[in-house]
């Protein structure tokens, strides 16, 4: 029996954007499975990293907003300084304390992407300078789901990468493009037309 996703969610820190560029130009242009994205950034950062990202993709890209319905089709990114979580339909806002001194945190998407979705849920980790994303991605392989993580050989800065590694043994070691590619190989719920998964 094939597996279905319902979501994938990318985390990044140090080297993001480019990294991000990449991946998500890479990805078809059909792609179905919506991608939350979670890139370290300043609390007064301003709302660029979207439409940065909307430049290498026809896929819609767009900051999150507080509830927003997620939707195929989309790339969804987590705005600075409050945390993404991830609810049955809907990606809510929360403003609690910083974790790893971070807001948005890896982290914390990734577990409550998992514990959504489950066996459904793909955790990606990119080039980033610590350790956030680490955690979040064995909570993603402890609930049945997939994880990959960017070879640290290619990443701007390794440690996020090879931190992952380090929690997550079973996760998928490979270059951006090889993700991308195992990623459009993925069947998204949306093409199940309400079969049970």
Same mark, same amino acid.
């Given at each position: 029996?094939?597996?279905?996703?319902?979501?994938?969610? +990318?985390?990044?820190?140090?080297?993001?954007?480019?990294?991000?560029?990449?991946? =998500?130009?890479?990805?078809?242009?059909?792609?179905?499975?919506?991608?939350?994205?979670?890139?370290?950034?300043? #609390?007064?950062?301003? *709302?660029?990293?979207?439409?940065?990202?909307?430049?290498?993709?026809?896929?819609? +890209?767009?900051?999150?907003?507080?509830?927003?319905?997620?939707?195929?089709?989309?790339?969804?990114?987590?705005?600075?300084?409050?945390?993404?979580?991830?609810?049955?339909?809907?990606?809510?806002?929360?403003?609690?304390?910083?974790?790893?001194?971070?807001?948005?945190? =890896?982290?914390?998407?990734?577990?409550?992407? %998992?514990?959504?979705?489950? %066996?459904?849920?793909?955790?990606?980790?990119?080039?980033?300078? *610590?350790?956030?994303?680490?955690?979040?991605?064995?909570?993603?392989?402890? #609930?049945?789901?997939?994880?990959?993580?960017?070879?640290?050989?290619?990443?701007?800065?390794?440690?996020?990468?090879?931190?992952?590694?380090?929690?997550?043994?079973?996760?998928?070691?490979?270059?951006? #493009?090889?993700?991308?590619?195992?990623?459009?190989?993925?069947?998204?719920?949306? %093409?199940?037309?309400?079969?049970? #998964?």
């Amino acid at each position: 029996m094939r597996v279905y996703y319902e979501i994938v969610v +990318v985390g990044t820190s140090w080297g993001g954007l480019r990294a991000l560029k990449e991946l =998500i130009g890479a990805l078809p242009a059909d792609f179905g499975i919506p991608i939350v994205i979670v890139q370290h950034r300043h #609390r007064d950062s301003d *709302n660029l990293l979207a439409g940065l990202i909307q430049e290498c993709t026809t896929l819609r +890209v767009c900051e999150v907003e507080d509830k927003q319905p997620i939707a195929p089709g989309h790339v969804f990114v987590a705005p600075p300084d409050y945390h993404l979580l991830v609810e049955p339909g809907a990606l809510a806002l929360s403003t609690d304390a910083p974790v790893r001194y971070s807001r948005p945190s =890896i982290d914390v998407t990734l577990s409550s992407a %998992s514990d959504t979705y489950e %066996s459904h849920t793909v955790g990606v980790i990119l080039t980033g300078a *610590n350790a956030d994303g680490a955690q979040g991605l064995a909570h993603v392989v402890a #609930r049945g789901g997939l994880a990959f993580v960017q070879d640290p050989a290619e990443a701007v800065s390794p440690t996020m990468p090879r931190s992952a590694i380090r929690a997550v043994p079973k996760a998928r070691v490979l270059r951006i #493009r090889e993700i991308a590619a195992a990623l459009g190989a993925l069947r998204p719920a949306s %093409s199940t037309n309400g079969a049970p #998964r």
